[in-house]
T-cell receptor, first 114, second 113 residues
Framework: DSGVTQTPKHLITATGQRVTLRCSPR?????VYWYQQSLDQGLQFLIQ???????AKGNILERFSAQQFPDLHSELNLSSLELGDSALYFC?????????????FGPGTRLTVT | GNSVTQMEGPVTLSEEAFLTINCTYT??????LFWYVQYPGEGLQLLLK?????DKGSNKGFEATYRKETTSFHLEKGSVQVSDSAVYFC????????????FGKGTMLLVSP
């Protein structure tokens, strides 16, 4: 158990809908990262937050957004969903803002768009 | 940009066989290198890491050495077990200071008794 929790575990929704994925980092970690894992694209970094602020952005679509709250949990919002958004979404957390922190991954949320 | 290339799988071995999974990378500066493992239905677990050239990361019988001259970080294990069956991901974190990970596509390992 990494100490990172994600809810829900599974999510099935229709095209055009909007969903919210939730992540709670390990106790003491200030950074949260979101990754998408799909069969065709592999594991891709989406976005990073540190202590409530956005720190780095990867291949995140404009239809997707995220935030980190004062209690350090994070939410990833996916809107106007398309079939191609079906994937595993992982959250990871690490201690700090810079450097080569080890990242600890949650169990993931499997999103299926029908 | 940064990239990681891994050998394609699946790699199929018998128990107690020797394992090598090749990984090469492209990055500017001095990245940190990682191997993560994903067991079926689970998230990624950090297996080992190396932060500078010639460092050897090791854990649970797995080893990998950071070779800057060949930009490689090959994963090895002397004697695999059935329980090692999983998908293995090589990853790098560059020295930009943001710690974001760039992953390879993953290599599935299947170990039979």
């Amino acid at each position: 158990d990494s100490g990172v929790t994600q809810t829900p575990k599974h999510l099935i929704t229709a095209t055009g809908q909007r969903v919210t994925l939730r992540c709670s980092p390990r106790s003491g970690d200030l950074s949260v990262y979101w990754y998408q894992q799909s069969l065709d694209q592999g594991l891709q970094f989406l976005i990073q937050y540190y202590n409530g602020e956005e720190r780095a952005k990867g291949n995140i679509l404009e239809r997707f957004s995220a935030q980190q709250f004062p209690d350090l949990h994070s939410e990833l919002n996916l809107s106007s969903l398309e079939l191609g958004d079906s994937a595993l979404y992982f959250c990871a957390s690490s201690l700090g803002r810079q450097g080569r922190d080890e990242q600890y991954f949650g169990p993931g949320t499997r999103l299926t768009v029908t | 940009g940064n990239s990681v290339t891994q050998m394609e799988g699946p790699v199929t071995l018998s128990e107690e066989a020797f394992l090598t999974i090749n990984c090469t990378y492209t990055a500017t500066g001095y990245p940190s290198l990682f191997w993560y493992v994903q067991y079926p239905g689970e998230g990624l677990q950090l297996l080992l890491k190396a932060t500078k050239a010639d460092d050897k990361g090791s854990n649970k019988g797995f080893e990998a050495t950071y070779r800057k001259e060949t930009t490689s970080f090959h994963l090895e294990k002397g004697s695999v077990q059935v329980s090692d069956s999983a998908v293995y991901f090589c990853a790098l974190s560059d020295d930009s200071g943001y710690s974001t990970l760039t992953f390879g596509k993953g290599t599935m390992l299947l170990v039979s008794p």
